[in-house]
């Protein structure tokens, strides 16, 4: 049986969910709304502000969608109640990130300025060296992080470029003089 599928969920105050046919979920909190269809093979109950998720039966796809099914429900919950956040930090000489309305300007070593929009719910702040991604949807706020990290990945020799605040960059050798 999935460990993480048969956990209950709690649905905190302040939080209605809606399952409509199909398995169509629509979680609304202070912070939003999110909908989002899950698979129709899964069964969710919701019982008293409390959320099951079960399986028809025990074959390997069933079992792999009923921890998915439970998470995915979870992360809008929690969603909806606090939101989401990526910090990546800016590393390298000239490296520069500013706000411009909504939009996202790096200075990344190239002839030219990185402009990103912010993404239809999502929001960005730039303090100092940072980047702060926020938003309800957590597979956004991580897609628009990752895109940003994209720009100019970490180089393993000096660590310049931008990377998540909690990531280590495996740093290599450089090239040592002839004797």
Not at 33 to 41: D, N, S
Not at 71 to 79: D, F
Not at 140 to 150: F, L, N, P, T
């Amino acid at each position: 049986m999935s460990r993480i599928g048969r956990m209950p969920i709690a649905v905190p105050a302040g939080v209605t969910v809606d399952i409509a046919e199909n398995n169509k979920v629509t979680v609304k909190g202070p912070k939003g709304e999110l909908v989002r269809v899950l698979p129709e093979e899964m069964e969710i109950k919701l019982e008293a502000d409390v959320i099951t998720v079960s399986r028809p039966n025990d074959l390997k796809k069933m079992r792999s969608l009923h921890g998915l099914t439970r998470t995915l429900i979870n992360n809008m919950i929690i969603g909806v109640t606090h939101g989401y956040e990526k910090t990546l930090e800016v590393n390298g000489v000239g490296y520069r990130a500013q706000k411009q309305g909504n939009k996202l300007v790096l200075a990344l070593g190239y002839s030219h300025p990185v402009e990103m929009v912010d993404p239809a719910g999502l929001e960005t702040k730039v303090d100092g060296n940072k980047i702060i991604v926020s938003g309800i949807d957590k597979e956004k706020v991580g897609q628009y992080a990752a895109e940003i990290r994209e720009k100019r990945a970490p180089e393993p020799y000096k660590g310049k470029g931008i990377k998540y605040i909690d990531e280590t960059i495996r740093r290599k050798v450089g090239k040592t003089g002839k004797k």
